[in-house]
């Protein structure tokens, strides 16, 4: 499976931003598609899953209320919308495949800044 994340940008604190990832490949519409972000010098933190139908979703306990992620399963496409933006939201952004905790393939990456 391929993943190609776009959508990220330079944006101010308090405004928001959408993320898509397309996914392409054999059984994409099987499994989840979750988000990933990668703040300088720190790990790779969870953000947020979708299960294979779109119906389940999962959220890290810092963005919930404010991120909501979504899927169009006729493009095998998921978003993540974010609201109410911090600095500390800034990172690179990944989107991965797979199950809940057990993802299968990365995309590249994109970079969301946040400015105060």
């Known amino acids: 499976v391929q993943l190609q994340a776009s959508g990220g940008g330079l944006v101010q604190s308090g405004g928001s931003l959408t993320l898509s990832c397309a996914a392409s490949g054999r059984f994409v519409s099987r499994y989840g598609m979750g988000w990933f972000r990668q703040a300088t010098g720190k790990e790779r933190e969870f953000v947020a899953h979708v299960n294979w139908s779109g119906g389940t979703t999962y959220y890290a306990d810092s963005v919930k209320g404010r991120f909501t992620i979504s899927r169009d399963t006729s493009k095998n496409t998921v978003n993540l919308q974010m609201n109410s933006l911090k600095p500390e939201d800034t990172a690179i952004y990944y989107c991965?495949?797979?199950?809940?905790?057990?993802?299968?393939?990365w995309g590249q990456g994109t970079l969301v800044t946040v400015s105060s």
């Open positions: 991965a495949f797979g199950s809940y905790g057990n993802y299968k393939s």
